[in-house]
């Protein structure tokens, strides 16, 4: 006999309590950018984003495999993320449908690398692509931040599947 303990399988998770569970965790909004080949701007909605590293200063966000902006963050150099401000909920909205261009119609201006960044963002920060890995149903791409820019206000926060304010922060 083994003094082991032995691991019983574990039971699959449902995807919905998963999400769910998930939501449980407050996160801020981002929109990823990217500039295609030739040139035309792509982003899309993501809350999955964290700083990884301080040296070399380096950021990750999850990308959906099917996601159509993904094919163009696996092609390009450059990328950029956009840390929406507590009244840019509508710019997330838009941002997170599908299968339509997600810049029509809304205002940007190119960054040193040229990549899209979003007038009113709480903060941006201009990437080059470190690595990326692909896990389960999303690529975690890894960036390394060559430029960040932000202002004062406050950012909007997404729980529990839908957008919040944040009570009594002074926005600092």
């Not at 700083?51 to 092609?75: E, F, I």
């Not at 205002?107 to 690595?131: D, F, K, N, Q, T």
């Not at 729980?159 to 944040?166: A, D, N, T």
């Amino acid at each position: 006999m083994s003094s082991k303990a032995h691991k019983a399988p574990s039971p699959g998770i449902d995807k919905a309590t998963f999400c769910r569970t998930c939501a449980k965790f407050p996160t801020g909004v981002t929109i990823v950018t990217v500039l295609d080949a030739e040139g035309s701007p792509h982003g899309m909605t993501a809350s999955s984003f964290t700083s990884v590293s301080l040296d070399p200063p380096l950021v990750l966000v999850c990308v959906d495999h099917r996601a159509t902006v993904l094919q163009h963050l696996r092609r390009s150099h450059h990328l950029a993320i956009n840390v929406l401000s507590e009244g840019q909920h509508d710019l997330s909205a838009h941002f997170a449908r599908r299968g339509q261009d997600r810049f029509d119609g809304v205002e940007w201006y190119a960054g040193r690398e040229g990549v899209p960044l979003i007038p009113g963002a709480l903060a941006s920060l201009e990437c080059r692509m470190h690595r990326m890995v692909d896990v389960g149903d999303h690529a975690i791409l890894i960036a390394e931040v060559l430029g960040v820019s932000h202002r004062e206000g406050r950012p909007l926060v997404y729980y529990g599947s839908g957008y919040h304010k944040l009570d009594g922060v002074n926005g600092g």
